[in-house]
């Protein structure tokens, strides 16, 4: 793939989604499937709206059936998935519709609160829509009328999903076919801070004396729909929260609000202040050792441990009923470590999550949104 993107002076070369994949080695298996024909390359318009052209790898050809690969490409910014082939098995069925399903390599969720629900194959929302939008139009143009059945593999997808947190998040077998917009955009690090850094410097030098902060897309849809607030508004953090709150006070914000979801800032109650998973992942413990403080029973903190989300935790910590005093605590301590963190400068903090909404917030989230809403 030969698109690239500027970051902080940096050209890196973008990649496309193990999503991107699945759909269109699932394409190319129908097309060979009901035209009878070869097919060595495949076109898959992305949710991006990014045109791939990908060559079509290991063709296998039988009577009712067709499988075929495609390569992960993850650009300038490359996963432990990069370079693993995603197949698709594409066959005939008695039935109408389109069946999607997880072969060798692709993991089977286990645990409840994930995309997809205990049982069935990590394949996440979009990328089943990209499949089943891209083999429909197959369909068309061939007349069919049929029902087809279509398995996603990766060959290496077990040992590729024991350098993930899959298994800790209770998707068993393999990895997960992932992807919201079907393009990787790659960018270090660094790349990202200094980019943070130049968005910062100039709401301070346009005259903000309060800045407003979430580490992505579900922060910025909470500011929107229940603060009421321009998303462009925010500042998106990435997992670098930390250097957020660096960066401001270096620049002189006399305050920072901070919004954001349960599953990356819970983290900040046990010091982490870069979200990243290749950190550590310690959202379950800290959600149990809250609990038991506020009186959990051992056993339901035992429940928690094996949470894979923080809203199915939550959904327990209601059942226990210890919630409101659980998340009470829980925003106390983050509001702490925020305030030893921001060394000086003003700092608040809204919790919510995407089933339960909002949260909770520190004691002058209030009062600094109020600022930042005045200019």
Same mark, same amino acid.
């Given at each position: 793939?030969?698109?690239?993107?500027?970051?902080?002076?940096?050209?890196?070369?973008?990649?496309?989604?193990?999503?991107?994949?699945?759909?269109?080695?699932?394409?190319?298996?129908?097309?060979?499937?009901?035209?009878?024909?070869?097919?060595?390359?495949?076109?898959?318009?992305?949710?991006?709206?990014?045109?791939?052209?990908?060559?079509?790898?290991?063709?296998?050809?039988?009577?009712?059936?067709?499988?075929?690969?495609?390569?992960?490409?993850?650009?300038?910014?490359?996963?432990?998935?990069?370079? =693993?082939?995603?197949?698709?098995?594409?066959?005939?069925?008695?039935?109408? #519709? +389109?069946? @999607?399903? %997880?072969? &060798? !390599? *692709?993991?089977?969720?286990?645990?409840?609160?994930?995309?997809?629900?205990?049982?069935?194959?990590?394949?996440?929302?979009?990328?089943?829509?990209?499949?089943?939008?891209?083999?429909?139009?197959?369909?068309?143009?061939?007349?069919?009328?049929?029902?087809?059945?279509?398995?996603?593999?990766?060959?290496?997808?077990?040992?590729? =999903?024991?350098?993930?947190?899959?298994?800790?998040?209770?998707?068993?077998? #393999? +990895?997960? @076919?992932? %992807?919201? &917009? !079907? *393009?990787?955009?790659?960018?270090?690090?660094?790349?990202?801070?200094?980019?943070?850094?130049?968005?910062?410097?100039?709401?301070?030098?346009?005259?903000?004396?309060?800045?407003?902060?979430?580490?992505?897309?579900?922060?910025?849809?909470?500011?929107?729909?229940?603060?009421?607030?321009?998303?462009?508004?925010?500042?998106?953090?990435?997992?670098?929260?930390?250097?957020?709150?660096?960066?401001?006070?270096?620049?002189?914000?006399?305050?920072?609000?901070?919004?954001?979801?349960?599953?990356?800032?819970?983290?900040?109650?046990?010091?982490?202040?870069?979200?990243?998973?290749?950190?550590?992942?310690?959202?379950?413990?800290?959600?149990?050792?809250?609990?038991?403080?506020?009186?959990?029973?051992?056993?339901?903190?035992?429940?928690?441990?094996?949470?894979?989300?923080?809203?199915?935790?939550?959904?327990?910590?209601?059942?226990?009923?210890?919630?409101?005093?659980?998340?009470?605590?829980?925003?106390?301590?983050?509001?702490?470590?925020?305030?030893?963190?921001?060394?000086?400068?003003?700092?608040?903090?809204?919790?919510?999550?995407?089933?339960?909404?909002?949260?909770?917030?520190?004691?002058?989230?209030?009062?600094?949104?109020?600022?930042?809403?005045?200019?």
């Amino acid at each position: 793939m030969e698109l690239y993107v500027e970051k902080a002076g940096r050209r890196l070369r973008l990649g496309y989604t193990t999503g991107s994949c699945a759909a269109a080695a699932a394409k190319a298996a129908a097309w060979m499937l009901l035209s009878g024909r070869r097919k060595e390359t495949v076109s898959l318009l992305t949710p991006k709206g990014i045109v791939l052209k990908l060559a079509v790898r290991e063709i296998a050809i039988e009577e009712d059936a067709v499988s075929c690969a495609v390569v992960k490409d993850g650009g300038d910014d490359p996963d432990v998935t990069d370079g =693993a082939l995603i197949f698709a098995a594409v066959s005939k069925t008695g039935e109408s #519709g +389109i069946l @999607i399903d %997880g072969g &060798t !390599g *692709i993991g089977r969720v286990t645990k409840p609160g994930l995309d997809q629900p205990p049982g069935a194959a990590a394949i996440n929302s979009v990328p089943r829509q990209m499949i089943r939008e891209n083999v429909r139009e197959v369909c068309r143009l061939f007349d069919y009328t049929g029902g087809l059945s279509v398995i996603i593999s990766a060959p290496e997808g077990q040992t590729l =999903a024991a350098k993930t947190f899959n298994p800790r998040l209770g998707i068993k077998g #393999g +990895i997960s @076919i992932l %992807g919201t &917009t !079907g *393009i990787v955009e790659p960018m270090s690090e660094q790349a990202l801070v200094d980019t943070l850094r130049v968005e910062l410097r100039q709401r301070r030098a346009a005259g903000a004396s309060y800045a407003l902060l979430t580490p992505g897309n579900y922060g910025e849809a909470f500011i929107e729909e229940t603060l009421g607030l321009c998303p462009k508004t925010a500042v998106m953090t990435s997992n670098f929260i930390g250097d957020a709150l660096d960066i401001c006070r270096q620049l002189g914000f006399a305050g920072v609000l901070l919004v954001g979801h349960i599953g990356k800032l819970v983290k900040l109650a046990g010091g982490m202040f870069n979200t990243h998973s290749k950190y550590g992942d310690c959202r379950m413990d800290i959600l149990a050792a809250q609990a038991a403080a506020c009186g959990l029973w051992p056993e339901g903190a035992a429940r928690v441990l094996e949470c894979a989300t923080c809203d199915d935790a939550l959904r327990i910590l209601k059942e226990e009923n210890v919630y409101e005093e659980t998340l009470r605590r829980l925003i106390r301590r983050i509001g702490r470590l925020m305030v030893l963190k921001a060394d000086g400068m003003q700092t608040g903090v809204v919790l919510f999550s995407k089933v339960w909404g909002t949260l909770g917030e520190t004691d002058n989230a209030r009062a600094l949104l109020q600022k930042i809403k005045e200019g």
